[in-house]
């Protein structure tokens, strides 16, 4: 199951300066963003990316840290990784929030609040992409400072 960790500098990254490149490592996969800067800067996303951790770390079972947002008021859809705990183990989830088809207001300072249950097999009967992590790999992740910057 490996490590965990979601960080910038994404050295494949365009140069787009709206853009800002990245990468969440889950065992020994790694999956790449590009992060719209604007409505949030960097440390926005890195406080979001934390505060999500320590959700999860503390016991909750979803959390999920967005990896493309933009103003609520004018965006269709924001781009997260949703962690569901399952004892010792996160399943992460890449996923879009269709903000016109919630029933309620999205927060980007709550973004669980927005995503469902867990689901392991979609609308067409296939299995949903997921990569699972010990939450030990999740907790010295957010103990090593390294969303700090």
């Not at 494949?12 to 992060?35: H, M, S, T």
């Not at 927005?114 to 097999?121: D, E, L, M």
């Not at 992409?129 to 090593?144: G, P, Y």
């Amino acid at each position: 199951m490996g490590t965990f960790g979601i960080e910038f500098g994404d050295p494949r990254a365009r140069c787009d300066p709206a853009l800002v490149g990245g990468v969440i490592r889950l065992g020994d996969n790694a999956e790449y963003f590009q992060a719209p800067i604007g409505y949030w800067g960097v440390d926005d996303y890195r406080a979001s990316w934390a505060a999500g951790l320590r959700r999860i770390v503390g016991g909750e079972s979803v959390a999920c840290l967005p990896v493309t947002m933009g103003d609520p008021k004018t965006s269709n859809f924001v781009e997260v990784w949703t962690l569901y705990r399952d004892g010792d183990v996160v399943h992460a989830q890449n996923q879009l929030i269709f903000l016109g088809e919630l029933g309620h207001e999205f927060d980007p300072g709550a973004p669980w609040r927005s995503v469902g249950a867990r689901v392991t097999v979609g609308e067409d009967g296939e299995a949903v992409s997921e990569w699972t992590v010990k939450i030990t790999a999740v907790e010295e992740f957010l103990e090593s400072g390294d969303l700090s910057g």
